[in-house]
Every structure is written in C-alpha cells, then in structure tokens.
C-alpha cells in the first residue's frame, strides 16, 4: 500500500482546518459555544466532572467529535473519571477568547436593538454594551437598558472612544452596509449583523450573519413535510381544501375564509391588518407605522428594520 508523503498530509491536514490563527478548524470553533453552554449549565448544578459521553449528550454531538475537539484545547480528560468541569469552561472561554472584556456598538435602536441591549446575558459572558445609535430624532437622547441612545453620526468617535471590539448591526437591509463600511472604516473587525442582506467586507473581518426569517421558513418546511399523511395526502391541502369549499358555501371570499379571516380583514399582501407587528428601526408610537420611516434621508440612509 503506497503512502502519501509528510509533506502531502500536512498540506491536507493544514486545509481542512482553515486558519483562524491558532489552528483550531472552523468547525470546531463554531461548536466551542454550544460546549460552554452545557458547560455552564453543569457547574451551575455543582457538578465537579463530566464524562465524554455525558457532554457531547447533552450538547448534541458523538463523544468522538467532541474528544477531538477539547484535544484542540489541550484537554483529554482523565480515564475513568472525565472532564473537570470547572477547568474545562476556564479552557473553552480563554479559546473563544471570553476573558476578557469585549466592548459592543449597537446600531439600530428599533425593537430588536432594544432587545439586544435589555439581554442580561451578554454581561455574563464577556460582553459589555458600549453604547447604542440610532438615526431616529425622537429615538436618540431617550434611554434604553441604561444607554443613552446616541446618534449614528457619532459612530466613528463612539468605537474610539469605547474601544469597541465588536459591532452589532441592527438596521435595515437598505442602511447595513453603509452602516458596515463606516464600522469598518473605524476600526471594527467583527460584526454581528442581524439585517437581512450579505454584506460586502474587506479581508480581515468577520461577519456572523443571524437571519430569523429564514430560520423559521427552515422549520416551516419541516413542519409542512411532517404534515403529509401515510398514503401521501398533505393534510394541510386538505383541510384548506375543505375550508374552501364550506367557505363557497357560506357565499365567502374563498382566500379569506380559508384562511379563517373576513374577507374584509384580509389586505393585498394575504396577512390581517392586526397581525403580527413588524420590527421597527425607528421606535414610534406605532411600530406598524415603521416602514414610513424609509422615506427619510438619513446620511447613513438607515430606514425600518426588515428584520
């Protein structure tokens, strides 16, 4: 049997983690988070150690894959007793860099960045909200979870004077990458952005991309393949079907009444007019109001939240 030869199998070796400055594969640094949590959550309960087994459990993953992930971190456990807990999340969180103080800039004081900046949890975990922006007039100078809402022309001078490591976008599609280009213009090199558009970056920054949308229309196309029925009827047709047909019945518009709605309760775009409320960038007395909002000229060109 012919062998490759050292040189080959460090190249390939060398590619299948790609490099994030520690040689750790992408991968595994993605699934680091998911490890700390379980983590967390153990030495919350008391508990001293865990087993291999236990943990990749309780965190969804083979024992495996979860032992040649700590092996990146220089932690094998000891045989017949596991992983010391406590160690182990003092491991995780200097890897993912968690010992330290991370200062965050929050863009976008609509519903969701209001969120963001209410979420307790981000303290705990080695993040601290620097400050947040906003281009609403009636938004900026309010306060929200204890900021300060500042305007987004002041950007630039908030990351260097909160040394801000970390930017979170909150705003709509049509403001993110301008928004983006000035986080990055000022030093930012990581971005959490929340707003339903891939941004353009320069080699060197990082973008984690959180789309909610597409998340549930993932789970929506799920739940629609658990509602087929055995003999491969969609019970869900059916039943519409059926509504549809007692709906004609009634002499009802068929769409509306299919769907449980008056006909008059039903706008052009197929949702009643008081469902649910749309996420605003701006914050006014009606979030439903929010979209109105992109008809402003802000300089950063910052309009209603899609997201």
Not at 97 to 116: E, H, K, S
Request: glycine share 10%; charged share 20%; proline share 5%.
């Amino acid at each position: 049997m012919s062998r490759r030869p050292a040189s080959a199998s460090r190249s390939a070796k060398a590619s299948t983690a790609q490099a994030n400055g520690h040689g750790i594969p992408d991968a595994t640094v993605a699934r680091l988070p998911v490890y700390l949590r379980a983590l967390n959550t153990l030495a919350e309960q008391d508990v001293a150690t865990v087993s291999s087994e236990e943990l990749a459990a309780a965190t969804g993953v083979n024992s495996a894959k979860l032992r040649k992930d700590l092996s990146h971190l220089g932690s094998y456990g000891t045989r017949g007793v596991g992983y010391d807990v406590e160690y182990l999340v003092y491991q995780v969180s200097r890897e993912l860099g968690l010992t330290q103080d991370w200062p965050v800039l929050i863009v976008g004081a609509g519903n969701l960045g209001r969120a963001l900046a209410n979420y307790g949890g981000f303290a705990s975990r080695g993040f601290r909200i620097a400050a947040l922006l906003d281009c609403d007039p009636r938004v900026v100078g309010t306060v929200i979870a204890h900021h300060k809402v500042r305007s987004d022309a002041e950007i630039e001078q908030v990351i260097e004077r909160f040394h801000v490591s970390i930017g979170v976008i909150a705003t709509p599609a049509a403001a993110a990458q301008n928004v983006c280009d000035r986080l990055v213009a000022a030093g930012v090199t990581s971005i959490l952005n929340f707003a339903p558009l891939v941004l353009n970056v320069p080699s060197g920054v990082d973008v984690r991309k959180v789309d909610l949308s597409i998340e549930l229309q993932i789970l929506a196309f799920h739940a629609q393949r658990r509602a087929v029925a055995p003999d491969g009827r969609d019970q869900d047709s059916d039943a519409a079907g059926q509504r549809r047909d007692a709906a004609a019945g009634r002499g009802l518009g068929l769409a509306a009444a299919a769907d449980g709605f008056p006909p008059g309760d039903l706008p052009a775009h197929g949702l009643p007019r008081d469902g649910l409320p749309a996420v605003g960038f701006s914050v006014g007395p009606d979030v439903r109001q929010a979209p109105e909002a992109s008809e402003v000229n802000y300089r950063t060109g910052a309009q209603a939240v899609g997201t």
